[in-house]
């Protein structure tokens, strides 16, 4: 059973209530709740909710202390400031009997009301501190692009229709309806977020993505502290090569890192593709090939099959040691970007280093 407030003083006369006070009794001024009535509240999002008085209790309006409760507080505020629609969680939704009763007491103008949806974790639960990020700042500072996250927490209980992901603050302004927002809580999915990240940095091209990530490549010690025009141009050549594979901008110095590199350190997938016997000569029949090229060459897919084919090698025989070598890795970039911002030098350098592992 719900405590509920003794409704026994609710006979003390005003000359009673004043003396007893006056004489040091605690005390608090609450709201006389009128009983045997039923309060209809219109809701955008909810339709007509209705509230019976004996659902009420008389609530404190002032503390002892002198301090006015929230529901006293924000009604006076609000009124003050002309405030014409409250759009608020729907845990509010149990004030704002509270609030509307006090709104005709007063006599004021009472907004309208629109109770949205809980954001809830991917478990159902609502969201909070100990599911994940909360804050604005945690976002920024992993890297996600402000546009893709505004984006995003704009589809979280609504939607421009049953097609369009992917709008700006223009287009929801456009088109921002309070009967549009859902009632079911929405889920706060991860992995939509990123791929919106993406379709973002992809649609801003390479020129934004290397200038907003450059921040994130300076603290890798990737990138100067005052880039010039030719570092900033090299920057942006490295973020076109990665543009199709990063979804955040923090995503562009851990994934380029093996390209500053001085001495590659390869994950365990490239060690066992470095590790085969066959190895040797796919790294040897590549860095002949490519020794031999023009530089950067003109069609390394077709160099390095002509170079599988006069080793007596298949060429994903070839092409695994030979990214495993230059990258530390399976996966990446295309290897015709790899070779050409590693250059030539540095290319034949770290086909010479792999040769040189030991195999079984």
């Given amino acids: 059973m719900n405590w509920r407030f003794d409704p026994r003083s609710r006979a003390l006369s005003p000359d009673e209530s004043e003396r007893r006070a006056a004489a040091g009794e605690p005390s608090v001024l609450r709201v006389r709740v009128p009983e045997g009535e039923v309060l209809c509240i219109r809701d955008h999002v909810r339709g007509e909710v209705s509230f019976a008085s004996e659902q009420i209790e008389d609530w404190v309006a002032v503390r002892s202390g002198g301090v006015a409760t929230y529901n006293f507080a924000c009604v006076v505020d609000d009124s003050a400031m002309q405030i014409s629609h409250v759009i608020r969680g729907e845990e509010h939704l149990v004030n704002t009997p509270?609030?509307?009763?006090?709104y005709r007491m007063l006599g004021a103008i009472e907004p309208e009301y629109a109770h949205v949806p809980l954001i809830l974790g991917q478990d159902g639960k609502k969201l909070s501190k100990r599911t994940g990020d909360t804050a604005v700042e945690d976002y920024r500072a992993k890297g996600y692009p402000p546009d893709a996250l505004f984006n995003f927490l704009c589809l979280l209980g609504f939607a421009i229709d049953d097609k369009t992901t992917v709008f700006g603050p223009e287009q929801l302004v456009a088109h921002f309806d309070l009967a549009r927002l859902q009632k079911a809580g929405a889920i706060f999915d991860v992995e939509k977020l990123h791929w919106l990240c993406g379709e973002y940095l992809r649609t801003g091209g390479a020129e934004a993505l290397a200038r907003h990530a450059l921040p994130w490549m300076q603290a890798a010690g990737l990138a100067s502290a005052a880039p010039d025009a030719a570092e900033r141009a090299?920057?942006?050549?490295?973020?076109?090569?990665?543009?199709?594979?990063?979804?955040?901008?923090?995503?562009?110095?851990?994934?380029?890192?093996?390209?500053?590199?001085?001495?590659?350190?390869?994950?365990?997938?490239?060690?066992?593709?470095?590790?085969?016997?066959?190895?040797?000569?796919?790294?040897?029949?590549?860095?002949?090939?490519?020794?031999?090229?023009?530089?950067?060459?003109?069609?390394?897919?077709?160099?390095l099959q002509q170079?599988?084919?006069?080793?007596?090698?298949?060429?994903?025989?070839?092409?695994?040691p030979l990214r495993a070598a230059l990258t530390g890795t399976l996966g990446g970039p295309e290897l015709a970007d790899v070779v050409r911002l590693l250059g030539r030098e540095r290319t034949l350098a770290r086909l010479r280093v792999a040769m040189l592992v030991p195999r079984g």
Avoid: H, N
Wanted: charged share 15%.
């Fill in 307 to 320: 170079a599988a084919a006069a080793a007596g090698l298949k060429f994903g025989a070839l092409m695994k």
């Fill in 234 to 303: 090299r920057l942006q050549e490295i973020a076109s090569a990665f543009l199709p594979r990063v979804g955040l901008y923090a995503d562009l110095p851990a994934q380029s890192a093996f390209l500053f590199a001085e001495q590659l350190t390869c994950d365990e997938p490239a060690r066992l593709a470095l590790a085969v016997p066959e190895a040797l000569a796919a790294l040897t029949a590549a860095a002949e090939a490519l020794g031999a090229s023009a530089w950067p060459p003109a069609d390394l897919k077709a160099l």
């Fill in 98 to 102: 509270k609030q509307s009763l006090l």
